[in-house]
C-alpha cells in the first residue's frame, strides 16, 4: 500500500472587494478590544498589589494603551468603525454611554497636547512662614499632576465594555464572512488563480540564513 502523499498547503490570495474590507475592519476592532481587556486585566492585578509593590510607570502605561485602543475602534478615515448605536445595543446596565463619552474624551486628553500647561504641572511659591518678621518667597516649588485618576472599578467597566463589544463584533464578522465567502465564489476562479499567493508566515531573510550558515561552520571547528 502507497504511502500517503504529504497534503500540500492551501493557497491562499487577497480578496480586494468591498465586502473583504468590512470583515477586515472588524476582525482588526475585535484585535483592539482584546488588547483593550488584555491591559485592563493587567491593570487590575497591578492596583490589587500591595503600594510598596506597585510600579508607577506601569498603571498609567497600560491604562493610557486601553484607552486608546478602545478609541481607535471609533475613528473614522479608512476603516468603518464602531459608533455610539453598537455601544447603545450591548447589554449593560448603569451609563454605559456617559462612560463611553468620557473614555473617548480621556483619549483626546491622553493623544492631544494641552492648551494649558497648568493642566500638566503646578507652579507653586513656597513662602516663610506667615508669623515670621520677614515674609519673603524662599523658592519654588513645581508639582506634577497625577494623570491615572480611574480607579479599579472604572477599569473594570471598561474592560467589560470592551469584552461585550468584542462579542458583537465578532458575531458581525461571522455573518460578514459568509457574504465574502459568497462574493468571492462570483469571481473569476482564473483571476483569483493568478494573484500572488498570500504569505502568512515570515519568510527568513538571505542575512538570517548566511548567520546560521556561519554557526555551524563555527561549530565544525
Known amino acids: 500500500m502507497d504511502a500517503a502523499s504529504p497534503e500540500k498547503p492551501?493557497?491562499?490570495?487577497a480578496l480586494d472587494v468591498p465586502s473583504a474590507y468590512i470583515l477586515a475592519d472588524q476582525a482588526a476592532i475585535v484585535q483592539e478590544l482584546q488588547f483593550t481587556i488584555d491591559c485592563c486585566k493587567?491593570?487590575?492585578?497591578?492596583l490589587a498589589a500591595p503600594d510598596e509593590e506597585q510600579d508607577p510607570v506601569l498603571p498609567l502605561a497600560l491604562w493610557s494603551s486601553a484607552v486608546i485602543a478602545y478609541a481607535r475602534c471609533f475613528s473614522k478615515g479608512k476603516r468603518f468603525g464602531l459608533t455610539n448605536e453598537d455601544v447603545q445595543k450591548l447589554?449593560?446596565?448603569?451609563?454605559?454611554?456617559?462612560?463611553?463619552?468620557?473614555?473617548?474624551?480621556?483619549?483626546?486628553?491622553?493623544?492631544?497636547?494641552?492648551?494649558?500647561?497648568?493642566?500638566?504641572?503646578?507652579?507653586?511659591?513656597?513662602?516663610?512662614?506667615?508669623?515670621?518678621?520677614?515674609?519673603?518667597?524662599?523658592?519654588?516649588?513645581?508639582?506634577?499632576?497625577?494623570?491615572f485618576v480611574v480607579d479599579g472599578g472604572g477599569v473594570q467597566q471598561l474592560g467589560a465594555m470592551a469584552a461585550a463589544l468584542a462579542k458583537q463584533t465578532a458575531e458581525q464578522a461571522q455573518e460578514q464572512e459568509d457574504i465574502v465567502l459568497k462574493e468571492a465564489q462570483?469571481?473569476?476562479?482564473?483571476?483569483?488563480?493568478?494573484?500572488?499567493?498570500?504569505?502568512?508566515?515570515?519568510?527568513p531573510d538571505d542575512d538570517t540564513e548566511e548567520a546560521g550558515d556561519?554557526?555551524?561552520?563555527?561549530?565544525?571547528?
Do not use: C
Not at 42 to 46: H, I, Q
Open 10 to 13: 492551501m493557497l491562499t490570495v
Open 214 to 221: 556561519g554557526s555551524e561552520a563555527a561549530g565544525e571547528s
Open 91 to 147: 447589554p449593560l446596565h448603569g451609563a454605559v454611554m456617559d462612560f463611553h463619552k468620557w473614555i473617548i474624551e480621556e483619549k483626546s486628553k491622553l493623544t492631544a497636547h494641552s492648551a494649558n500647561p497648568f493642566e500638566i504641572a503646578k507652579v507653586a511659591a513656597a513662602l516663610a512662614p506667615a508669623d515670621t518678621k520677614d515674609r519673603r518667597v524662599e523658592g519654588i516649588v513645581i508639582y506634577a499632576t497625577n494623570h
Open 42 to 46: 493587567r491593570l487590575l492585578n497591578e
Open 186 to 203: 462570483q469571481l473569476s476562479i482564473e483571476s483569483l488563480y493568478k494573484l500572488p499567493p498570500l504569505r502568512t508566515s515570515p519568510q
